[in-house]
């Protein structure tokens, strides 16, 4: 399961990027010309090192005790009372927190040696620069030491003098005591251990004075370079284009995430529960136009006949399930081709043998007239009204009969609530196997709200990046308390998928 779950995330992002490849492609253009740019014009940069070789580590410490003991030579060298002694060795007037930013230490492994590496932007400061930390870590280790031998020096010098002053009481004892007495012979021997012990003392200090102070060694002086430090553009140009990738996703992600638009069938299902009955794909421009856009009429061999072929199958099946004959077909916004699919799944419908009657219930504007280029009156607004009857209204266009809207009214929200409609609802149903009815957006008046309980089932269409996920819910909560029965979406404009294997059947 985890590995489904990973799967499907990887799946994500490869639709945020497909859908946000311009993002990522300027984030990557932009970072790659800022990084070639910057390389090209940076100025030269001269390193030079000084070598230092650490005195040897005392003979019973481990492996993991000296590497410890150069990582804190390292920090010394690092440290502002060593920069700001080489600050001034070094000329001009620099300070020390200045020096450090140019300086880098490093160690080899397993090898008590320091590499001391100072950049600058001439050769000389380079050389100057690695040489001045190299004798400042030196000459500070030294004065270091130097002080620890003096402070332990006067620590011995203290004990041997305050021997001295117990000699001196012991003799002026035994002196008083009576000859070859027991008191006499006990503060001979207590002359004699602190006479042995101050002995002792004197030749630790001689020791201790004599000491060598080796704090370590310049073993390579620094150089002065002879030529500037190749400045690693391929390197910069690579984190560039890293950068600019990892730029380019996070702004894709983002972008994505604030994007409410319905992308496709997923968004539906996962994110509002509502199953997808079909896909249509987007028109050519050729047939975006009313008069154009009935597809399986005009194109009846191409991809967007064929998927309204594969949408009537899914419907049939839908409808079947639910013993439907009547169904309203919306949509939650304006202008996301409800009409143009209600027109061609009427087509394909009645193409398949079936009686089919297609019929215009968006009171409020014309759509199914300039499709199939007719009048809209007289039409089913006159219908309701009882001026006239259902046979005078009809219209057969090849294999469907269609209904227009008919003459203008005051309140078409109304009227479609009124009984008269529910008794020519019923009416319709007797004498066709199918009855759609085009209605006007969810969201936009009430018409369909009103309609659509006295309809077995409503057919939402959604446009993708047309409508929003939020307005999406909103139809289809306010098409529920109508108490409408959804039966599904039809996802419009969708992309087209399966190209290579409808060119394989002859598909255009």
């Known amino acids: 399961m985890d590995g489904e779950d990973q799967s499907v995330e990887l799946g994500d992002y490869l639709g945020i990027i497909r859908r946000r490849y311009v993002v990522v ?3 990557v253009l932009l970072c790659f010309g800022l990084g070639v740019a910057y390389g090209l014009t940076r100025p030269d940069v001269y390193r030079s090192r000084a070598q230092v070789a650490l005195p040897a580590s005392t003979q019973n410490a481990n492996t993991q005790a000296r590497l410890a003991d150069v990582q804190t030579e390292l920090q010394v ?3 502002d009372v060593v920069a700001e002694r080489a600050a001034v060795l070094m000329p001009g007037d620099a300070t020390g927190s200045e020096l450090l930013t140019h300086l880098v230490v490093e160690a080899p492994t397993e090898a008590r040696v320091i590499n001391i590496l100072y950049t600058a932007a001439d050769g000389a400061t380079a050389q100057a620069g690695a040489q001045a930390f190299a004798d400042a870590y030196l000459q500070v280790r030294e004065q270091e030491r130097r002080d620890s031998i003096e402070q332990r020096s006067a620590t011995y010098q203290e004990s041997i003098d305050s021997l001295e002053q117990a000699i001196v009481d012991a003799e002026t004892e035994m002196d008083a005591a009576p000859d070859d007495s027991l008191e006499e012979r006990r503060f001979e021997s207590q002359r004699d251990r602190l006479a042995d012990r101050q002995a ?5 200090l001689a020791e201790l004075q004599a000491e060598a102070v080796d704090v370590g060694t310049i073993i390579t002086p620094a150089r002065l370079p002879g030529q500037a430090r190749a400045q690693g553009l391929g390197r910069l140009i690579a984190a560039s284009l890293a950068a600019g990738l990892l730029l380019g996703l996070g702004a894709a992600v983002v972008l994505d995430r604030l994007d409410t638009r319905v992308r496709g069938a997923a968004d539906l299902e996962q994110t509002l529960g509502v ?6 794909p987007a028109f050519p421009d050729r047939y975006r136009k009313r008069a154009a856009s009935l597809v399986t009429v005009h194109a009846p061999g191409g991809p967007e006949a064929d998927a309204f072929r594969r949408l009537r199958t899914t419907v049939l099946l839908a409808m079947r399930e639910n013993r439907a004959r009547t169904v309203a077909i919306t949509s939650s916004v304006a202008d996301e081709g409800k009409t143009t699919v209600a027109a061609n799944l009427a087509v394909a419908l009645a193409q398949g043998g079936r009686r089919v009657l297609l019929v215009s219930a968006d009171l409020r504007r014309s759509g199914l ?16 009204i009882g001026r006239v009857s259902i046979p005078q209204v009809e219209r057969v266009v090849g294999e469907l009969v269609v209904i227009p809207r008919g003459r203008g009214v005051p309140n078409p929200t109304d009227l479609l609530g009124s009984e008269s409609t529910a008794a020519t609802i019923d009416a319709l149903a007797e004498h066709y196997d199918l009855v759609i009815f085009d209605t006007p957006p969810v969201l936009a008046v009430a018409d369909v709200l009103v309609l659509a309980p006295r309809l077995d089932v409503t057919l939402l269409v959604v446009s993708v990046a047309e409508a929003a996920t939020g307005e999406v819910h909103d139809a289809l909560t306010e098409l529920n308390l ?7 979406a039809v996802v419009n404009n969708a992309a087209k998928r399966g190209a290579s294997s409808a060119a394989a059947y002859g598909v255009k």
């Open 369 to 384: 007239e300039a499709i199939f280029e007719f009048a809209p009156e007289p039409g089913l607004s006159d219908v309701l």
């Open 25 to 27: 492609g300027f984030a």
């Open 77 to 79: 060298i690092r440290s």
């Open 275 to 280: 199953r997808t009955l079909g896909l249509i």
């Open 200 to 204: 002792q003392l004197n030749i630790e």
């Open 482 to 488: 109508a108490g409408a029965n959804v039966l599904g």
